[in-house]
């Protein structure tokens, strides 16, 4: 299977900025601290996305990986269970938490993306980040398209099926979603019929084992 073509429902890079962390308010002190590792992190999703455009896949991920660590210092969902180990970290305004989640979830989407670009792709991987982004924003047809991608490569068709007949609901005359789909009744039906044929055959077994029984002893009922 063509992984590149995998990719397809993406655009190759996040979605464009709906906010710019630039647009926050740094008042000082902590408030200021936050924005700038706001700032830095967008910046490095932003080199990211640039690497991805000239197909420096390994630079791209790189640069994900970056702001997501600059993030993890400031994601209350981290830093709550942190709280008897160091001091608190500053509230983050709504603004700030807005683009604290909406980064994340575009540095976990390229990175699957990423992957799939890789010669020898860790659907693992891929998976384990779609669940990431589908974690914090359910309905994101990306994420589901390749949490559905990755879960069939990973072997369970029938959960697959799930992910990507809800992509498909998001954008129904996807060629990709179809594809990946068709590729799922596929593979069930061929599960299918190997369970049909495995059941066949413990049946004729067990049939043949009754009827050398029966001619063993032709006198018993």
Excluded at 97 to 113: F, G, H, K, P, V
Aim: hydrophobic share 35%; net charge negative; with cysteine.
């Amino acid at each position: 299977m063509d992984n590149k073509e995998s990719d397809a429902v993406d655009d190759g890079v996040s979605e464009v900025e709906s906010c710019s962390a630039s647009g926050l308010g740094a008042t000082g002190g902590s408030d200021s601290r936050v924005d700038s590792q706001l700032n830095n992190a967008v910046h490095l999703k932003m080199e990211g996305n640039a690497f991805y455009r000239e197909k420096n896949v390994r630079s791209a991920i790189g640069r994900y990986h970056h702001a997501l660590l600059v993030l993890r210092g400031l994601d209350s969902e981290v830093t709550s269970g942190l709280k008897c180990f160091r001091p608190q970290s500053p509230s983050l305004t709504p603004e700030q938490d807005e683009l604290l989640r909406s980064t994340q979830i575009d540095c976990y989407n390229n990175l699957a993306a990423c992957l799939l670009q890789r010669e020898v792709v860790d659907y693992a991987r891929v998976q384990e980040y779609s669940f990431k982004v589908l974690q914090w924003r359910a309905g994101d047809v990306k994420a589901l398209y390749r949490a559905g991608l990755a879960t069939l490569e990973l072997g369970d068709a029938q959960t697959a099926r799930e992910y990507l007949l809800q992509a498909s609901r998001g954008k129904p005359n996807d060629a990709n979603v179809i594809k990946q789909l068709q590729r799922v009744e596929e593979r069930l039906n061929k599960d299918y019929e190997k369970e049909k044929a495995l059941y066949k055959g413990m049946f004729n077994k067990q049939k043949q084992a009754e009827e050398e029984k029966k001619a063993e002893n032709p006198n018993q009922a």
